[in-house]
């Protein structure tokens, strides 16, 4: 099994510097790894991208770690290492099914905040949006599109509190699809802001960071789980996931994130699930851990 990971933008040879502590520790497990220019992709070419991996004997199946990329730039990069006898871990198919949250909201929908999605083709259309709030009655709400928030705008772009006022939603939404610009996906994503379990704020903008924890998994078994937040103490965590590992053998996916939070009321709940190839490690992450179970787990297949 290989790795794939994205190349230092000045030095191609080398491994982006956020990913080499995790490219070292890989190959000290046992994994090949191979880089790819994710610049070259971004434009793009995917041949050019690809143009160092070793084109393989027979077919190998490999992960790619690195930055995120939308659908149709993963099935570009996906084609063409296939070329290559070279075939990712999740099709493209199985990609999106975790990336984009309306595509796998179904398999989580009674363990997760309720969400309500439009797509986008051209300008926004308020009155639909209105229409979507009110499904949500006096519940205030998170705004995201099909992948990602802007939670460091959180409340110029992020959380809207009265979702009745539409003057201020007004105000969010666009100042949410400008922060965006065309690193938006797809659409717009509303979703019922749930109390978790607060810990603090986020230093430089008024986000609260709440007890979540990451989860990440391969063929639907559990490879480790990490805090999500790097900032914080987290404290006693009291938690039986056995839920959690049962929806995780329904999602259609061969490597994959399950990112979970605390209520206050004690209950865990899902908060989304996430590509695997795309997920980033947490700092505090314990990466010898996670990439030896890893290897386990690929020498079980």
Wanted: aromatic residues 14%; charged residues 30%; hydrophobic residues 35%.
């Amino acid at each position: 099994m290989k790795i794939l990971y994205c190349d230092n933008v000045i030095d191609p040879k080398i491994v982006d510097e956020d990913y080499q502590d995790e490219e070292q520790t890989a190959k000290e497990v046992g994994f090949e790894t191979y880089l790819l220019s994710f610049e070259k992709l971004m434009e793009g070419n995917a041949k050019s991208a690809i143009r160092f991996i070793p084109t393989q004997t027979k077919k190998e199946l490999a992960f790619y770690r690195g930055w995120m990329m939308k659908p149709k730039m993963y099935a570009l990069l996906y084609n063409e290492l296939l070329e290559k006898n070279i075939m990712l871990i999740n099709t493209p198919t199985e990609y999106e099914h975790c990336h984009y949250l309306p595509n796998s909201y179904y398999k989580i929908e009674s363990i997760t905040p309720f969400s309500k999605w439009i797509k986008l083709d051209k300008a926004v259309d308020f009155d639909e949006i209105y229409e979507l709030l009110n499904d949500f009655g006096e519940n205030q709400i998170i705004l995201k599109d099909y992948v990602k928030s802007e939670k460091y705008y959180w409340k110029e772009a992020c959380f809207i509190t009265n979702p009745k006022d539409k003057d201020s939603v007004k105000k969010i939404v666009e100042k949410f699809v400008e922060l965006r610009g065309n690193q938006l996906n797809e659409g717009l994503v509303l979703r019922k802001f749930e109390q978790l379990e607060f810990l603090t704020k986020h230093s430089k903008s008024s986000l609260p960071l709440t007890k979540e924890l990451r989860l990440f998994f391969f063929h639907q078994s559990l490879v480790a789980y990490f805090n999500y937040w790097d900032e914080v103490e987290y404290g006693k965590i009291d938690i039986e996931l056995d839920k959690f590992l049962q929806v995780a053998k329904t999602i259609e996916s061969n490597f994959f994130t399950m990112d979970i939070a605390q209520k206050t009321d004690g209950e865990w709940i899902i908060i989304e699930l996430g590509d695997g190839q795309v997920s980033g490690l947490p700092d505090n992450a314990d990466k010898n851990s996670f990439y030896n179970n890893l290897k386990k787990l690929t020498l079980q297949r």
